[in-house]
């Protein structure tokens, strides 16, 4: 498709240290002052994870999720971003979140809205209907890999890297906030970047508080730091290929009760 000439039309620089942090973020950096940027832009996030913010919850059950919406000029726009840092420097530690490849996110949407990435983060840009038309023909998303080999990887750690006083500080925490029923754990490789640890937890209830496990796992980190980024993600909130990957090939570390 063509994009129009000021597209992207909204970029906001905020100077912040860690930034960039994968190919997204360098690709958003490169794109300040050049509207050309926006099929490339589309084509990195094509093969991206996004971090969604979740402030009502949601999940398989309840049919759809409940997504925050913002409108500029008129339009509609569901707010994504690039990583979790850009997620926590915005949106803080208090709210939930699902993590999703973009495509198939974004096939989820209706057709009347946009997306807007990283809105207030380091660098920002609204993709319009069209662009996110353009991002759901894409034909691969990040989990089904590529002709060069797969982008993302999904793993248990070895049993000499399993970090099992980490787990053990995990699951006493989690014991103690009441709410979780279980956890499991496993490392994700994107592309050629060092790997993070995603901890999935099962909470007791939809109405459960999620700032309590979130608040558990910082603790944990605290006892027993891992030598990876951690990521939370919530396996009865939405269904994404890391929750369901979780769910269908790792046992739990911690289940309430044993």
């Given at each position: 498709?063509?994009?129009?000439?000021?597209?992207?039309a909204?970029a906001?620089p905020h100077g912040?240290?860690?930034?960039?942090?994968n190919e997204?973020?360098?690709v958003l950096?490169?794109?300040?002052?050049?509207?050309?940027?926006?099929?490339?832009?589309?084509?990195?996030?094509?093969?991206?994870?996004?971090w969604?913010?979740?402030?009502?919850?949601?999940?398989?059950?309840s049919g759809?999720?409940?997504?925050p919406?913002?409108?500029?000029d008129?339009q509609?726009y569901v707010?994504?971003?690039s990583?979790?840092?850009?997620f926590?420097?915005?949106?803080?530690?208090?709210l939930?979140?699902?993590i999703a490849p973009?495509v198939?996110f974004?096939?989820?949407?209706?057709?009347?809205i946009?997306l807007?990435?990283?809105?207030?983060?380091v660098?920002g840009i609204?993709?319009?209907?069209?662009?996110?038309?353009?991002?759901?023909?894409?034909?691969?998303t990040?989990l089904?890999?590529?002709?060069?080999?797969?982008?993302?990887r999904l793993y248990?750690?070895?049993?000499q890297?399993d970090?099992?006083?980490?787990?053990?500080?995990?699951?006493?925490?989690?014991?103690?906030?009441?709410?979780?029923?279980?956890?499991?754990r496993c490392?994700?490789?994107?592309?050629?970047?060092?790997?993070?640890?995603f901890?999935?937890?099962?909470?007791?209830?939809?109405?459960?508080?999620?700032?309590?496990p979130l608040?558990?796992?910082?603790?944990?980190?605290?006892?027993?730091?891992?030598?990876?980024?951690?990521?939370?993600?919530?396996?009865d909130v939405?269904q994404?290929p890391?929750?369901?990957w979780?769910?269908?090939?790792?046992?739990?570390f911690?289940q309430?009760?044993?």
């Amino acid at each position: 498709m063509d994009f129009p000439a000021d597209f992207p039309a909204q970029a906001y620089p905020h100077g912040h240290g860690g930034w960039p942090g994968n190919e997204l973020e360098e690709v958003l950096s490169a794109s300040l002052g050049v509207p050309q940027a926006g099929a490339r832009i589309v084509e990195v996030l094509a093969r991206s994870f996004v971090w969604v913010p979740l402030p009502e919850g949601g999940g398989p059950q309840s049919g759809q999720l409940d997504l925050p919406t913002m409108e500029f000029d008129g339009q509609a726009y569901v707010p994504v971003f690039s990583s979790e840092e850009q997620f926590r420097q915005v949106v803080g530690n208090h709210l939930s979140y699902t993590i999703a490849p973009a495509v198939e996110f974004a096939r989820g949407l209706p057709p009347q809205i946009g997306l807007a990435l990283n809105p207030d983060g380091v660098v920002g840009i609204p993709l319009p209907p069209p662009a996110v038309a353009e991002l759901c023909r894409a034909g691969r998303t990040p989990l089904d890999g590529s002709a060069s080999g797969a982008r993302v990887r999904l793993y248990e750690p070895d049993w000499q890297d399993d970090p099992v006083d980490f787990l053990a500080a995990a699951s006493a925490e989690f014991a103690g906030t009441g709410v979780v029923l279980s956890a499991r754990r496993c490392l994700a490789t994107i592309e050629t970047a060092d790997p993070v640890m995603f901890i999935g937890v099962e909470l007791a209830s939809w109405e459960a508080d999620r700032s309590l496990p979130l608040a558990a796992l910082g603790r944990a980190l605290t006892k027993a730091p891992v030598p990876w980024p951690v990521n939370m993600v919530f396996l009865d909130v939405a269904q994404d290929p890391v929750g369901d990957w979780l769910r269908e090939k790792v046992r739990p570390f911690y289940q309430q009760g044993y």
